[in-house]
């Protein structure tokens, strides 16, 4: 148990970069290897079934699965694939590198 706020701070930043790089060590296995990977991959169904179990058995387990969840759902938003915010935001650098902004065809066209 943390101490004082500063402490609580302090587990807190190590948690979140715990989880965030077993995200970002999960998403880059996918990437490298998505064949032995496949078979682990599941959609939202999979995951509220994963959360219930886990709320069932451990509540306090279930923060970190929350965190997780939004820690995977973030990185993969932030891909820069057109349909998701990535996508904008790597719009919205090319326009910066230009100077000014995008032809509307194209970034309708995105």
Not at 39 to 46: I, K, R, T
């Amino acid at each position: 148990m943390p101490s004082n706020v500063a402490d609580a701070f302090t587990m807190a930043g190590s948690e979140f970069n715990r989880l965030a790089g077993s995200v970002l060590s999960g998403l880059k296995n996918i990437v490298t290897n998505f064949s032995g990977m496949a078979g682990q991959l599941s959609g939202p169904v999979a995951i509220v079934a994963a959360g219930s179990e886990i709320a069932r058995t451990d509540a306090a387990g279930l923060y970190q699965f929350c965190a997780i969840v939004n820690i995977n759902l973030a990185v993969v938003n932030i891909l820069p694939l057109p349909a998701l915010d990535g996508g904008y935001l790597l719009l919205l650098l090319l326009e910066a590198a230009r100077g000014k902004k995008l032809p509307e065809t194209l970034e309708q066209g995105v």
